[in-house]
């Protein structure tokens, strides 16, 4: 994980707003919005972390675990975090309404030039 200090650089490296910043530092200071259970098919539970030094859950064993892997072992990967907090999307439908859904990703990365929040699927659910 960045120091404070490091993140305060990473920030100023992206030119980042101060609404972006305020936002990001939210989402490093959380923990978990909400505990992941298994459903159906898939498998969760849990990776010991040693870039981020916490336990991350994931709630497939077969996507989400192999994504923690991979963050884990990538270098440009700074951190990540699971069920980061949710937030509303607005979109309209075919049908042209207009809607609002709350929605929780499956985690929100900082990369060395970038940060997103990430929402794991398999080929078939996308």
């Not at 898939?42 to 892997?69: A, C, D, W």
Request: hydrophobic share 35%; net charge negative.
């Amino acid at each position: 994980m960045m120091t404070q200090e490091e993140f305060n650089q990473w920030c100023v490296n992206q030119s980042l707003s101060n609404q972006a910043i305020i936002e990001i530092e939210k989402i490093r200071n959380a923990q978990p919005s909400r505990s992941v259970g298994s459903r159906g098919k898939n498998v969760s539970g849990r990776y010991p972390s040693r870039k981020m030094g916490v336990t991350i859950q994931f709630e497939s064993h077969k996507v989400e675990l192999p994504f923690i892997y991979q963050l884990e072992h990538t270098e440009d990967v700074l951190e990540y975090y699971d069920q980061p907090p949710p937030f509303k999307i607005q979109y309209t439908s075919a049908s042209g309404r207009n809607l609002g859904v709350i929605i929780t990703p499956d985690f929100f990365v900082i990369r060395s030039h970038s940060a997103a929040w990430v929402e794991c699927k398999t080929e078939s659910e996308l």
